[in-house]
């Protein structure tokens, strides 16, 4: 369920809310902090669901030398009234066994608030990829009807954005069951956690899936591509340099959080080695 850290009521049909799923590399997550971050946004309230595991830390969005107090737990939510934008940052992985009934809970609550439009940040594993898909940028795309009717020809003409290729169903189908057109087209998105569930299960709502190639490791880059690339469409931030091309995704100004420093632990004691 949704908890609120206040008593104001929050309306959000006319919000685009963000959603990073927990998946290779976390670059949804890293993605969502640089949008939490870059734009100050305020943490209104946090899920409350049996399917995440607990988790508690100090707030990653501090100043290195601030004494904020404030604690993070395994799921909570930040809001933009000025830029109408709601984002989910999930920091706990899901219990095994529980995504199912995590997705189905998530889905009815998005169906419940109607939000304006719901964008899914997700990455899959690079080694998955297609022969077509080797080549060109690593980014994919998946949205439903109503999100085509509103923005597919943005998506496809102007920022020029890849629908990501189906794939015949397992085991392979015959020639002869290719040339009835018999075998099964399935999206097939392997690393990418609770994506396709959650999309197609949101089939009536406005939702757009932005999917990235990568692979395990330092994916902080990945994560500052992979929000250039929304915010091409989105407009969160604007642009260093007016001249630069919009593609330049390197010409926006992110704020990497002070935590990200973190990640891979302290660095080593150098007397070790002398």
Known sequence: MFISCSNRKH???????????V???????LAADLIVNTLDMERVGYILHPSLLPCVGNNPFAIGDGSSCQLSTSCEIYESTKLKLVVIQQRAPLIKGKSRAYTEWLSSWLNEIQFDQVV?????????RLDQQ?????FRVLY????????GEIFKSQIGWKELECRHSFPAPTPIQRENEHADNLFYMPGSGITKNLFEKCQELPVLVLMMF???????????????QLNLWLKLVTQKDENAPSENVQSCSWKVPDSWRLVFGSRFDQKLFQ
Do not use: C, H
């Open 11 to 21: 309306s959000w049909d006319n919000f685009t809310l963000i959603i990073p799923a």
């Open 144 to 151: 439903t009807k109503k999100m085509e009717e509103r923005s």
């Open 120 to 128: 899914v940040l997700t990455s899959s594993f690079a080694y998955e």
């Open 134 to 138: 080797l080549s060109g940028p690593p």
């Open 23 to 29: 998946s290779v590399g976390n670059v949804g997550q």
């Open 214 to 228: 990568v692979s395990e490791g330092d994916n902080a880059q990945d994560a500052v591509d992979l929000v250039g």
